[in-house]
């Protein structure tokens, strides 16, 4: 997947300098670029790795009990470091275009893995982009999701570890907002839905005979709705016991 970086003219050659901060504020912001860069790319590194790494331990299926109370925690955990990307500054890459990584990572067993493990809830539905008027919900996949987030950052994590710090962290922070940021705020806003309805003992709606493939209306998400107990899913998902 690698890409062809858009010309310098499409980003600023630097960034304009900053006011000097007062005495009695801190003396590195969050997004500041008088933060150290190295330590700044240091952290979101690690918290990206660590995303990687537990999700696919989840995918392999030793802990079944804990999956999705897991995922919740993983994805919450990443979009602090999205978040801090995205409140940074622009972040420009050292070169025009970007150096070929080879091939990429193979995801397919782990959404596959992923599907088989979240069959009862894998299915949600979701709403592109909330600034668009009367925008009508989409079915979407909890795996599919997951998935495409860990490729993504696995591409950065390649310039990374080659020591290209500044092309992983442009990488990072444009996939950020074209792609992974939206797909796993999505994905953090179904775990937590669902987590939600166990614990308040609130039916789920059926989206089982939904298509991720199909393009569907909000009526007809409405008709495929259907009543599941939450108790169907609350044991093998590990959110609660059932008696």
């Known amino acids: 997947m690698s890409k062809k970086q858009q010309e310098e003219s499409t980003h ?4 304009p300098a900053r006011a000097a901060v007062p005495a009695h504020e801190p003396a590195v912001l969050l ?26 331990e989840v995918a392999k299926g030793d802990e079944p009990d804990s999956a ?27 070169e025009r275009y970007e150096p070929d990584l ?6 397919d067993d ?14 949600y539905s979701e709403v592109f982009d909330p600034y ?18 860990v490729a993504d950052l696995s591409h950065g994590l390649a310039h990374y570890r080659a020591g290209r710090t500044t092309e992983a962290l442009w990488w990072w922070q444009f996939s950020y907002f074209s792609n992974w940021g939206s797909t796993a705020s999505a994905t953090l806003r179904a775990l937590q839905s669902l987590v939600a309805h166990v614990r308040l003992n609130q039916p789920l709606e059926d989206l089982d005979g939904l298509d991720t493939d199909e393009d569907l209306a909000e009526e007809a998400l409405a008709e495929a709705a259907g009543k599941v107990m939450a108790e169907e899913i609350a044991g093998p998902l590990g959110l609660r016991t059932v008696k």
């Open 31 to 56: 997004h500041a670029s008088a933060q150290d860069p190295d330590s700044f790319a240091v952290q979101i590194s690690d918290q990206i790795e660590s995303f990687i790494v537990a999700v696919t």
């Open 132 to 149: 668009e008027p009367r925008k009508a919900p989409v079915p979407a996949r909890i795996s599919d999701d997951l998935a495409d987030v």
């Open 110 to 123: 782990l959404r596959e893995r992923l599907a088989a493990m979240l069959e009862p809830v894998d299915v």
């Open 102 to 107: 080879g091939p990429e990572r193979d995801v």
């Open 12 to 15: 600023p050659a630097e960034t």
């Open 68 to 94: 999705v109370p897991f995922l919740l925690l993983e994805v919450s955990q990443l979009l602090l470091a999205g978040g801090r990307l995205g409140a940074h500054e622009d972040i420009v890459p050292d």
